[in-house]
T-cell receptor, first 112, second 109 residues
Framework: DSGVTQTPKHLITATGQRVTLRCSPRSGDLSVYWYQQSLDQGLQFLIQYYNGEERAKGNILERFSAQQFPDLHSELNLSSLELGDSALYFC???????????FGEGSWLTVV | DAKTTQPTSMDCAEGRAANLPCNHSTISGNEYVYWYRQIHSQGPQYIIHGLKNNETNEMASLIITEDRKSSTLILPHATLRDTAVYYCIVRGGANNLFFGTGTRLTVIP
């Protein structure tokens, strides 16, 4: 158990819909990262937040957005969903020094 | 961050040491070598990291060559539960982790 908690574990939704994935980082961690893993793309970095502020952006679509709240939990919002958005979405967190990044167990999103 | 090269797949007999190589010939002086593994769609699991000295923890050992252009992750006594995809990642500072395709290790009974 890494200490990073993600909900929901599984989600099935229709094309065009919007979903929110939630992440609680490890206690004391200020950085939160989001990654996407689809069958044909491997693990892709989406976005990073540090203490509520966006720190780095990767291959995140404009239809996707994220935020980190004052209690340090984070949410990834996915809108206008397409079949190709079906994937595992991982959240990860790290300490201030950022030496080690720990991953949650992921949220399986299936778009039908 | 520097790019890494790993074999696509490897087999290892149960109970034997698994030695997973990684090349990172363009690594910079301040970049660390990290190893993660992913067991069948679970979240990537941190294994170990190092800068230039060899490192050991309860999971594995990391051997980095003197010129730092390559490294080897050693699982001393592989078990069936070590079957996973192993990622070698070179990372500078608090940058993000960029995952390649990794090595698929299969531990054979």
């Amino acid at each position: 158990d890494s200490g990073v908690t993600q909900t929901p574990k599984h989600l099935i939704t229709a094309t065009g819909q919007r979903v929110t994935l939630r992440c609680s980082p490890r206690s004391g961690d200020l950085s939160v990262y989001w990654y996407q893993q689809s069958l044909d793309q491997g693990l892709q970095f989406l976005i990073q937040y540090y203490n509520g502020e966006e720190r780095a952006k990767g291959n995140i679509l404009e239809r996707f957005s994220a935020q980190q709240f004052p209690d340090l939990h984070s949410e990834l919002n996915l809108s206008s969903l397409e079949l190709g958005d079906s994937a595992l979405y991982f959240c990860a967190s790290s300490t201030v020094s950022g030496n080690t990044i720990y991953f949650g167990e992921g949220s399986w999103l299936t778009v039908v | 961050d520097a790019k890494t090269t790993q074999p696509t797949s490897m087999d290892c007999a149960e109970g034997r040491a698994a030695n997973l190589p990684c090349n990172h010939s363009t690594i910079s002086g301040n970049e660390y070598v990290y190893w993660y593994r992913q067991i069948h769609s679970q979240g990537p699991q941190y294994i170990i990291h190092g800068l230039k000295n060899n490192e050991t923890n309860e999971m594995a050992s990391l051997i980095i060559t003197e010129d730092r252009k390559s490294s080897t992750l050693i699982l001393p006594h592989a078990t069936l539960r070590d079957t996973a995809v192993y990622y070698c990642i070179v990372r500078g500072g608090a940058n993000n982790l960029f995952f390649g395709t990794g090595t698929r290790l299969t531990v054979i009974p």
